[in-house]
T-cell receptor, first 113, second 114 residues
Framework: KAGVTQTPRYLIKTRGQQVTLSCSPISGHRSVSWYQQTPGQGLQFLFEYFSETQRNKGNFPGRFSGRQFSNSRSEMNVSTLELGDSALYLCASSLSGAGTEAFFGQGTRLTVV | AQSVTQLDSQVPVFEEAPVELRCNYSSSVSVYLFWYVQYPNQGLQLLLK??????LVKGINGFEAEFNKSQTSFHLRKPSVHISDTAEYFC????????????FGQGTRLTINP
């Protein structure tokens, strides 16, 4: 079956702009979580959605937001981009939540200039 | 709050040699434990996980890990590595219920030399 699909794979944005990243989970998976990966901070949890509800949120400013649609597809939005937002953004889907295997997409590489 | 410490940021080994990547965690509650691998320009792939039961867990590609509750460790081992094992390895923990939220260590870069 198809894996987790993230689009786009690469993005270049200018400081102050906003960006929307998309994640299509594996069919049947209802949980989608997002992570930011940077060389300095490593992998950090952004938020998790289950059945269109945010169940948990990491320690990121309010500029980072997300949503999940009824088909479980998820988007994350970053407003007023800063240089420090340059990172690999990874999405993971799982059947339900903790304890079920998280399958990761290939990520979206965001560069802010 | 939970935290994960991977004790080595880089581990160079020769091909066909054994390897151990070390991971310690801290948590006030019971956790699940995971090892993920990341190849260049790729997402993360699950190597193995410990949920309950036997403390020795076998995963894909010949890797195994042992959960030690008293030492709060979950070290990853492979008896004989191959060039293709060159990658970054991440140890992670999660709560045992609720949201899918993984807390990762900083990663260990495994380099296999011929």
């Amino acid at each position: 079956k198809a894996g987790v699909t993230q689009t786009p794979r690469y993005l270049i944005k200018t400081r102050g702009q906003q960006v929307t990243l998309s994640c299509s989970p594996i069919s049947g998976h209802r949980s989608v979580s997002w992570y930011q990966q940077t060389p300095g901070q490593g992998l950090q949890f952004l938020f998790e959605y289950f059945s269109e509800t945010q169940r948990n949120k990491g320690n990121f400013p309010g500029r980072f937001s997300g949503r999940q649609f009824s088909n479980s597809r998820s988007e994350m939005n970053v407003s007023t981009l800063e240089l420090g937002d340059s990172a690999l953004y990874l999405c993971a889907s799982s059947l339900s939540g903790a304890g079920t295997e998280a399958f990761f997409g290939q990520g979206t590489r965001l560069t802010v200039v | 709050a939970q935290s994960v410490t991977q004790l080595d940021s880089q581990v160079p080994v020769f091909e066909e040699a054994p390897v151990e990547l070390r991971c310690n965690y801290s948590s006030s509650v019971s956790v699940y434990l995971f090892w993920y691998v990341q190849y260049p320009n790729q997402g993360l792939q699950l190597l193995l996980k410990y949920l309950s039961g036997s403390t020795l867990v076998k995963g894909i590609n010949g890797f195994e890990a042992e959960f030690n509750k008293s030492q709060t460790s979950f070290h990853l081992r492979k008896p004989s590595v191959h060039i293709s094992d060159t990658a970054e390895y991440f140890c992670a923990v999660s709560d045992i219920q609720g949201a899918q939220k993984l807390v990762f260590g900083q990663g260990t870069r495994l380099t296999i030399n011929p």
